[in-house]
């Protein structure tokens, strides 16, 4: 049984930081990369990064680029989701998704998800 889940959410200030993880557990080879998604209320699933499990290539959204970082502990099956400086603007639910395809950060291409975190950040 194939299952990611998600934990590091919180509330921060403007400008602070989190750092968030997802376990995966159940995956053989078959996982290609393992990305990012976050959906504010309202608003649709939008891929903020990914990174390739072949050769460690990593992926970012231009409004996270510079702020953000995707890593790997292949030891620990985690995913890793460093962020800083954040927005307001970067509020929203975060969502780590498997996919066994290209990568990519379009969340049609992902077929595993975990439950999400709740990331808000205060002005």
């Known amino acids: 049984e194939v299952q990611l889940v998600e934990s590091g959410g919180g509330l921060v200030q403007a400008g602070g930081s989190l750092r968030l993880s997802c376990a995966a557990s159940g995956f053989t080879d078959d996982a290609y990369a393992i990305g990012w998604f976050r959906q504010a209320p309202g608003k649709e699933r939008e891929g903020v990064s990914c990174i390739v499990g072949s050769d460690g290539s990593t992926y970012y959204i231009d409004s996270v680029r510079g702020r953000f970082t995707i890593s790997s502990d292949s030891a620990k099956n985690t995913v890793y989701l460093q962020m800083n400086s954040l927005k307001p603007e970067d509020t929203a639910v975060y969502y780590c998704?498997?996919?066994?395809?290209?990568?990519?950060?379009?969340?049609?291409?992902?077929?595993?998800w975990g439950q999400g975190t709740q990331v808000t950040v205060s002005s």
């Open positions: 998704a498997a996919s066994t395809h290209l990568p990519s950060l379009d969340p049609k291409e992902y077929a595993y």
